[in-house]
């Protein structure tokens, strides 16, 4: 049974960070790619960070870019979200994604390219 959970949520003020971890089991993590998306009220869900299997490439949503640090930890089956220089604009549930190959590609952002999905974790920046 595959597993995918986040964690690490939680409110701060603006300007500050936040990490937020993302485990998986019953899956062949070190094979997939996988990625950070995230939905605000009312809007669509969007992709914020991707990173291959064996950790290169990644890759960035314009709005997190020099803002947000993607890594993962193969031996611990562990994604994570680095996040700085937070907004007001940066609240959303944020969501772990695994996707069905091990490269992000230049489509990555794409929802369907993704088979396995957490429940995710609500980050909120107050101003």
């Known amino acids: 049974q595959v597993q995918v959970m986040e964690s690490g949520g939680g409110l701060v003020q603006a300007g500050g960070s936040l990490n937020l971890s993302c485990t998986a089991s019953g899956l062949t993590f070190n094979g997939r790619a996988m990625a950070w998306f995230r939905q605000a009220p009312g809007k669509e869900r969007e992709g914020v960070s991707c990173v291959s299997a064996s950790g290169n490439p990644k890759y960035y949503t314009a709005s997190t870019s020099g803002r947000f640090a993607i890594s993962r930890g193969n031996a611990k089956n562990t994604l994570y979200l680095q996040m700085r220089s937070l907004t007001v604009e940066d609240t959303a549930t944020y969501y772990c994604?695994?996707?069905?190959?091990?490269?992000?590609?230049?489509?990555?952002?794409?929802?369907?390219?993704?088979?396995?999905w957490g429940q995710g974790t609500q980050v909120t920046v107050s101003s």
């Open positions: 994604a695994a996707a069905a190959n091990a490269y992000c590609s230049t489509q990555w952002s794409r929802l369907e390219k993704y088979s396995y």
